[in-house]
């Protein structure tokens, strides 16, 4: 299944160690199918975390082809990878990189390669990882199906 993913960034005011509140923009990844979506996922998913009023400040695509989350509890760090698929051009023999972005959880740079790697297994493509970067990405709010009992909310004839 395809992905669209919206970067939303978050504005409300945190109450820090000191015990002073303090206003902060965290960003966070929602899957949605249009701003309007990603907009309404976020408030959705952000309620019952926030005591008070927040807002959503910003809202834009984020152009990732694949993620792969991690259950451990220390992965509490998002990584952009910048994945170059080698291919060879038939007629000519020249090698042709195509560069695609990945996000990927870990606690660490070492971990980020090694979950990388990890989900990479499986493909037959050759490739190259070209950069690993740490986002600031809080948290990721994947698709669910809303199902009733295995079953969808609505079904045709209804």
Same mark, same amino acid.
């Given at each position: ?22 206003? =902060? ?7 949605? !199918? ?16 926030? &005591?008070?009023?927040? =807002? ?29 698929? =080698? ?16 996000? =990927? ?7 980020? !390669?090694?979950?990388?790697?990890? $989900? ?26 809303? !199902? &009733? ?7 045709? $004839?209804?």
């Amino acid at each position: 299944m395809m992905h669209t993913w919206f970067e939303c960034k978050v504005r409300y005011e945190k109450m820090m160690e000191n015990g002073l509140n303090k206003k =902060v923009t965290e960003p966070y990844l929602v899957d949605a !199918l249009s701003f309007t979506e990603a907009e309404a996922r976020i408030i959705e998913e952000m309620t019952p975390f926030m &005591t008070g009023e927040f =807002v959503v400040s910003d809202i834009k695509r984020a152009k990732y082809s694949e993620l792969f989350p991690c259950e451990a509890d220390s992965a509490d760090k998002w990584f952009k990878c910048k994945v170059f698929f =080698v291919t060879l051009d038939e007629k000519s023999g020249a090698e042709k990189k195509t560069s695609t972005m990945m996000l =990927v959880q870990a606690s660490d740079f070492a971990n980020a !390669l090694d979950q990388l790697n990890k $989900g990479m297994s499986g493909t037959m493509a050759d490739y190259v990882i070209g950069a690993i970067t740490e986002t600031p990405i809080m948290d990721v709010f994947g698709f669910e199906s809303k !199902l &009733t009992d295995g079953k969808p909310e609505y079904e045709e $004839g209804e």
